[in-house]
């Protein structure tokens, strides 16, 4: 299995701040690469896909880039409800794997 | 648009099995990619399985391998996940989601608690 890890493993940030979340992968995985928001007691929430591609309805200030067996996502400035744990996940190869996700305090 | 809609909470003793449902709503279950993710508290997130829609070939991962069985009831348009030789390691929120590749529609987790 391609592991993932995220790092780091927890954050505490402020309002408007920038913060970058970086994953690792053990083998090249091109870019197929995404990123999900959970808060708690709710589902995950598919924020990029394909590295660097927004989901729907997701605003702009979430970006991420990378390619091969490094990858980042970045929030611009940070807001209230962006308070959440964050998780990469691969799907180059079977099983997709997920990053033990980042801890994000405001 | 597709909404997954998930079976309450359960509550089995080790050694029981659990099967789960996930109605589909908006697209007909076997024209998805459905997948089951599991959450033990306090913990990440572990893809469990899925279905390939082209030729509904399942695929599950290697740790759950004789235990875990994939089903969709076309009928109902509902998924199942059926989970066996349960122990407390599978206390857990088992979600269903659909996707190829990324996972972009999510139900709303069951909580699965395995206790004696």
């Known amino acids: 299995d391609i592991q993932m890890t995220q790092s780091p493993s927890s954050l505490s940030a402020s309002v408007g701040d920038r913060v970058t979340i970086t994953c690792q992968a053990s083998?090249?995985?091109?870019?197929?690469l995404n990123w999900y928001q959970q808060k708690p007691g709710k589902a995950p929430k598919l924020l990029i896909y394909?590295?660097?591609d927004l989901a729907t309805g997701v605003p702009s200030r979430f970006s991420g880039s990378g390619s091969g067996t490094h990858f980042s996502f970045t929030i611009s400035s940070l807001q209230p409800e962006d308070f959440a744990t964050y998780y990469c996940q691969q799907y180059d190869d079977l099983p997709p794997t997920f990053g033990q996700g980042t801890k994000l305090e405001i | 648009q597709v909404q997954l809609l998930q079976s309450g909470a359960e509550v089995r003793k080790p050694g029981a099995s659990v099967k789960v449902s996930c109605k589909v709503s908006g697209y007909t279950v076997t024209e998805l990619s459905v997948h089951w993710v599991r959450q033990a508290p306090g913990k990440g997130l572990e893809w469990m399985g899925g279905?390939?829609?082209?030729?509904?070939?399942?695929h599950y991962a290697q740790k759950f391998q004789g235990r875990l069985t994939m089903t969709d009831d076309t009928s109902t348009e509902t998924a199942y996940l059926e989970l066996s030789r349960l122990t407390s390691e599978d206390t857990a929120v088992y979600y269903c989601?659909?996707?190829?590749?990324?996972?972009?529609?999510w139900g709303q987790g069951t909580l699965v608690t395995v206790s004696s």
């Open positions: 083998q090249d995985i091109s870019n197929y």
């Open positions: 279905v390939d829609p082209e030729d509904g070939s399942r």
């Open positions: 989601t659909i996707g190829t590749g990324w996972f972009g529609y």
């Open positions: 394909d590295t660097s």
